[in-house]
């Protein structure tokens, strides 16, 4: 497209107004002329068949949205799949591309499918393909997913802030849960951890995790625990609970940061990692989850990179199977089967470190990412409908569709920031 010639003035030379219009004509004709000939850029037909689990009564994922997203450009295309799950991309240039599906499925369809009336969304991610020439076969996505939880994960907020001298300040680390069901859910017992690996290539040198593969599980490093009998810690519908990584006013307290964002001193748990060298604040107006398992620092810090998290039951997690991490020879962490997860986040470094994530398609088809780290920003659910005055937070398995970035965190709260 031509730019659009400038305004001139009502003493504009003709001449020179008449030269620059048969400019602009010379050059829309070798423009044209240049569209008409061999050097027109190469496009392919692209083909993606995707499929349902093996257990399901058939086979072909007839409905499901499959997502094209180019890593060079960050265009996404999106194509419904026909009847026989099929998929096709007509024009794709060639580059590096993110595959992702995604398919849900209501009470009815999840019961003809599976003999089990509950909605369901499938998911399926290729992270990292590269198309430079014409696929000489449809690309295959299998997909898998799990029940849709009652219990979300509504915000995370993970890069952290800066101190008004330019520093680094991780203590204002926070994650919410959301009760997105109509019935009172009791948050006791329940799980909340970390999955192993870094967030996308920190260095020269870094790896996605060697455990990626193992697409049944989340490897994680800690955990820590609500603590309970099992009715004591209800969350209404419409209602959520705070998870404070020190559960103070960060702004106003002496081991604050006055640049923090957020006061997090009513905060409903905060994680505390006893120490004999006391590092770690515990606030003693915030009581503490349980300590299941600690690995890392002197305090529960998320990767200010982006973390992937899961919150999960299990009637006995001490049991849950402890794996040393291929290739090193004293880093350990807890394989979390996909079925005890209730839901799962991921934020990854870039919107180019899709082959640096941890959690399984099944479990989180996507990711996002902030602006950088000690942004003060927040990773927050998108609100999908809103029941009366209940939200109902939008919950497909797929944090880059579910989850927004926002300019500043809002614990509690949705107002924009």
Known sequence: MLAPIPRRSLRADGARLRARLLLAMTAAGLLSACGDGASEVQTFVVDVQVTLPETFAQ???A????LLTSTERNVTDTVVADAQGLARFPRVLPGSYIIASSLALDPDRALALTGQRA????NALDPVRAIVTAPAAPFAQRLSGSRLGDLVIKEVYYPASRTPSGGTYFSDQFVEIYNNATDTVYADGLLIADAFGPAGQINPTTVPTPLQSQTGSVFVSSIYQIPGTGRQHPIAPGRSIVIAQDGIDHRNDPNGNPASPVNLASADWETFNLRPDGRDLDSPSVPNLTRV???GGFDWLMPVFGPGLV???SANVAALDSTLVPGTTGTWVTRVPNELVVDAFEALQNGNSAAYKR?????DAGFV????????ESAR??????IGTRRVLRDSNNSSADFEILARPTPRGFAAP
């Open 359 to 363: 959690i399984p398609a099944a479990l």
């Open 369 to 376: 990412f902030a602006t950088g780290t000690y942004t003060s």
């Open 311 to 313: 919150i999960f039951r």
């Open 119 to 122: 909605a369901l969304t499938l």
């Open 63 to 66: 409905g499901a949205r499959v």
């Open 59 to 61: 086979s072909a994922a």
């Open 381 to 386: 659910r998108r609100i999908a409908t809103t």
């Open 293 to 295: 398992v600690h690995r």
